[in-house]
């Protein structure tokens, strides 16, 4: 597909459960980005990769939050332990360099609900 | 910290009318970029200005980032029902992360 695509698209879970977001950016896109959306806010800075690495984490709540992206495409948000204040729209976005006057592509988001 | 305080956070006007939003914080951003989202979809970029006092005109959207690159305002001239949707300002800082705004839900009524 052209543009960022993000599954599943809604995911409802148990307090205590463990969940994975997956982001599939567009493609020869290097830099990915998470975010977080709550309801009426706007979206949150979670974690920055470019390529594999995780430039910048500072936006991860707590050590239940953990993202990967092993080969530089694909990322994976990880969430353990969720509580019920996890529960919010999770937007994923990419784009081609990481500037921070450059465009950010993003995805639909998978919205998060937990019980 | 970096803020972006973003007014008003709801706006709700006749079609035909004029409107502006406007997006303020204490600190610097590299550039400013204005989004617009409609539910359950993402934020699509509308413009990215990066330059202090740059102007830029989109159809019947006017864009201004201030001097001092800390505040930035759109204008919409003569809103039409299609305009109605969340609005997001966000400021681009080094490394590549965007700081949003908390956002304008704007609601045109024909």
């Known amino acids: 597909g052209a543009g960022v695509s993000q599954t599943p698209s809604n995911k409802v879970t148990e307090k205590g459960k463990y969940v994975e977001l997956r982001c599939d950016p567009i493609?020869?896109?290097?830099?990915l980005y998470w975010y977080r959306q709550s309801l009426g806010q706007g979206p949150e800075f979670l974690i920055y990769?470019?390529?594999?690495?995780?430039?910048?984490d500072s936006g991860l709540p707590n050590d239940r939050f953990f993202a990967v992206r092993p080969e530089g495409s694909v990322s994976t948000l990880k969430i353990q332990r969720t509580e019920r204040g996890d529960s919010a729209v999770y937007l994923c976005?990419?784009?081609?360099?990481?500037?921070?006057?450059?465009?950010?592509?993003f995805g639909p988001g998978t919205r998060l609900t937990v019980l | 910290t970096q803020l972006l305080e973003q007014s008003p956070q709801f706006l709700s006007i006749q079609e035909g009318e004029n409107l502006t939003v406007y997006c303020n914080s204490s600190s610097v951003f590299s550039s400013l970029q204005w989004y617009r989202q409609e539910p359950g979809e993402g934020p699509v970029l509308l413009v990215t200005v990066v330059t202090g006092g740059e102007v830029k005109k989109l159809k019947r959207l006017t864009f201004q980032f201030g001097d001092a690159r800390k505040d930035s305002s759109l204008h919409i001239t003569a809103a039409q029902p299609g305009d109605t949707g969340l609005y997001l300002c966000a400021g681009g800082v080094p490394g590549g992360k965007l700081i949003f705004g908390q956002g304008t839900e704007l609601s045109v009524k024909p």
């Open positions: 493609s020869g896109h290097t830099a």
């Open positions: 976005a990419s784009s081609g360099g990481g500037g921070a006057a450059d465009t950010q592509y």
């Open positions: 990769f470019q390529g594999t690495g995780a430039a910048d």
